[in-house]
């Protein structure tokens, strides 16, 4: 068996579907990537699932089942794109779809669904999932915990750098010269401007951030939905669709205003949340690194060049991994820091108590 090969499965807040690298743990590269969509019945039950709703047991458990059956499906491709025998793949890093999330006090937990049994099963493959749990057991956040496979990959000595994640949330991994990591999310990133252009235009998000582009930001609209505390919140924090969601935005808003000023002005709280994060927690950062979906969004990337002006905005492709691809592949990387027994968390960044080796085992023995 080669020891190096894992598989990074991956399904954030957007709900757009699931990455899946094969990922050399050795050479920290990606040899393999495939993206599945969600069925769209799977994906109205999971966004459903997000909010308090009848049956939830039940119905939590049979999307936890489709999760796995994608998840699976997936594995099979990437393996047979691959040419790779799943004999050679020492674990799989399952993230799971994230459907409550409330870290903090004793009554704190994260709950992403997926039957880590079912997996198992069907792709005869050792699976290592609930990776957040017991950082938030710990008293962490159980996120983020991708900053410690962000250091690896783009850490750079005596300089600043930061890892911007643009998925449904935004998250920042800050690479500090002097060897310090941190991380926190800063908000939305795009589950705002995806739920809001899919009710006005039925599209799944704003390509480019065209839509956007054509609109003006409200001022108004804009103070209104910085005012959330949450926002003002030090790091450590994080933050999901618990509190980022359409209703949230209908709470909001002022009546009359056109759909694309909105939506310019939902692009605008992306990127100034982002900026004024940086700002206040790395000012001295002389490179951000964008991955995730948003990166692909010219009209964002565009915004945050102007606010952080002076500061080279650049996406993980530079670095040879393609943005698509980043996230999963910390899932593979957290797989492997599990199998060698070594913690995954990094305390500083998600507040928990100290290092934890991070998450659930479902061996494959078939
Ligand atoms: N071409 C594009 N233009 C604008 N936004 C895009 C584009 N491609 C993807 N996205 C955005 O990226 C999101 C998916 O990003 P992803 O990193 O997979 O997030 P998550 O980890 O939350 O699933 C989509 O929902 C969409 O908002
Ligand atoms: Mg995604």
Same mark, same amino acid.
């Given at each position: 068996m080669a020891a190096g090969l894992f598989i990074g499965l991956m399904s954030g807040t957007s709900l757009d579907g699931v990455d899946g690298v094969l990922f050399d743990a050795v050479r920290l590269a990606v040899t393999g990537h495939v993206h599945t969509p969600f069925a769209p019945a799977l994906r109205d039950e999971l966004l459903a699932l997000n909010t308090p709703g009848p049956n939830e047991l039940h119905r939590a458990a049979l999307a936890a089942n489709a999760v796995a059956r994608t998840y699976a499906d997936l594995v099979a491709q990437l393996l047979e794109a691959t040419a790779t025998p799943r004999g050679q793949v020492r674990a799989i890093g399952a993230h799971g779809q994230t459907v409550r999330h409330r870290p903090g006090g004793v009554e704190g937990y994260t709950t992403q669904l997926l039957n880590g049994a079912l997996l198992a099963e069907q792709a005869g493959i050792d699976v290592v999932c609930d990776l957040r749990s017991r950082d938030v057991a710990a008293g962490g956040q159980g996120a983020p915990l991708v900053p410690a496979f962000h250091r690896a990959?783009? #850490? @750079? =000595? *005596?300089?600043?750098? =930061?890892v911007l994640n643009l998925g449904g949330i935004a998250n920042l991994s800050l690479l500090y010269a002097d060897g310090r990591t941190g991380g926190f999310d800063t908000g939305p990133a795009n589950c705002l401007m995806d739920g809001w252009i899919a009710r006005h235009r039925g599209a799944a998000f704003d390509a480019d951030g065209a839509w956007a582009a054509s609109g003006r930001v409200h001022a108004d609209l804009l103070s209104a939905l910085l005012a959330e505390p949450w926002f003002a919140l030090p790091p450590p924090k994080s933050t999901g669709r618990d509190l980022f969601h359409l209703d949230w935005l209908d709470t909001k808003r002022l009546p009359g205003l056109a759909p694309e000023d909105v939506q310019a002005t939902l692009l605008e709280l992306s990127a100034l949340t982002v900026a004024q994060a940086l700002q206040r927690q790395m000012p $001295? $950062?002389? +490179?951000?690194?964008?991955? #995730?979906?948003? @990166? +692909?969004? *010219? =009209?964002?990337?565009?915004r945050l060049g102007e606010l952080l002006a002076g500061i080279c905005v650049q996406t993980s492709a530079v670095h040879g991994l393609p943005v698509d691809q980043v996230e999963a592949a910390a899932f593979a990387w957290l797989a492997h820091r599990f199998v060698e027994r070594q913690p995954g968390n990094l305390p500083a960044v998600? *507040? $928990?108590a100290g290092p934890r080796l991070l998450g659930a085992l479902y061996p494959a023995w078939v």
């Open positions: 990959v783009f #850490g @750079a =000595a *005596g300089e600043d750098v =930061a $001295a $950062a002389s +490179r951000v690194v964008v991955c #995730g979906g948003g @990166a +692909r969004n *010219g =009209a964002l990337l565009r998600t *507040g $928990a």
